[in-house]
Nanobody, 120 residues
Framework: QVQLVESGGGLVQPRGSLRLSCAAS????????FAWYRQAPGKQREWVAI???????NYAHSVKGRFAISRDNTRNMIYLQMNSLKPEDSAVYYC??????????????WGQGTQVTVSA
C-alpha cells in the first residue's frame, strides 16, 4: 500500500518562498520517480516538476528557475522548494509516485494535496 502525505503549504506573499514536503511510504523508494502536480480552481491539473530515481529533474516552463525538486532516499522524502512565488502559483499541490523517468513518467499514486495560496 503506497501512501503519500504532503505538507508545507500555506499563505505566502508574492515573491515569497515555501518548501513543500512529501513523506512516502513505499518499498524501494529509491527505485521510483516522483513528481509534483498542481490544480487551481477552475483549471486543469498540471504537471510541475519531476525527479527520477537517478535524480534527473525536469520542470514545467512556468516554474523553471524558481522551483527546485529534490529527494532524500534516507528519509523517503520528496521536496519542492518554491521561490519567487506568484499569485498564479496558487493551487493545491499533489505529490505523486510513478513509473518511468522524466520523459515517460506515468503517475500511479497520489497524495491528498496541500494548498498553496500566494496573495498580498
Amino acid at each position: 500500500q503506497v501512501q503519500l502525505v504532503e505538507s508545507g503549504g500555506g499563505l505566502v506573499q508574492p515573491r515569497g518562498s515555501l518548501r513543500l514536503s512529501c513523506a512516502a511510504s513505499i518499498d524501494t523508494f529509491e527505485n521510483y520517480a516522483f513528481a509534483w502536480y498542481r490544480q487551481a480552481p477552475g483549471k486543469q491539473r498540471e504537471w510541475v516538476a519531476i525527479i527520477s530515481a537517478q535524480e534527473h529533474t525536469n520542470y514545467a516552463h512556468s516554474v523553471k528557475g524558481r522551483f527546485a525538486i529534490s529527494r532524500d532516499n534516507t528519509r523517503n522524502m520528496i521536496y519542492l522548494q518554491m521561490n519567487s512565488l506568484k499569485p498564479e502559483d496558487s493551487a493545491v499541490y499533489y505529490c505523486t509516485v510513478g513509473d518511468g523517468g522524466t520523459k515517460d513518467y506515468n503517475p500511479r499514486s497520489w497524495g491528498q494535496g496541500t494548498q498553496v495560496t500566494v496573495s498580498a
